[in-house]
């Protein structure tokens, strides 16, 4: 019984400074982030990026129109063997 109420004694001062320094880390980094989310370098590179990956997205959509036309007989061999699909 001496052993278990220790063991909890200690589980509970553990917990009580554990989430005091966690709590404290999570607002610092929290701050951190905030502060680089505003600055002008970080938004434009993520306008950047954002572009970049809107203009990828647009190019793979032209790209699977154009493939059944650039593939010979692949609309055909579609029409006569659809995909089968199975309920999952």
Do not use: W
Request: aromatic share 4%.
């Amino acid at each position: 019984m001496k052993t278990r109420m220790m063991f909890m004694a200690g589980a509970a001062i553990g917990y009580v400074l554990g989430t005091k320094a966690g709590r404290e880390r999570y607002e610092q980094i929290k701050r951190l982030s905030q502060q680089m989310s505003e600055n002008p370098n970080v938004q434009e590179a993520a306008g950047k990026i954002r572009a970049k990956g809107e203009d990828l997205a647009g190019k793979a959509g032209q790209m699977r129109e154009r493939v059944p036309q650039q593939v010979p007989g692949r609309r055909k061999a579609e029409e006569e063997h659809p995909p089968q699909v199975y309920p999952g």
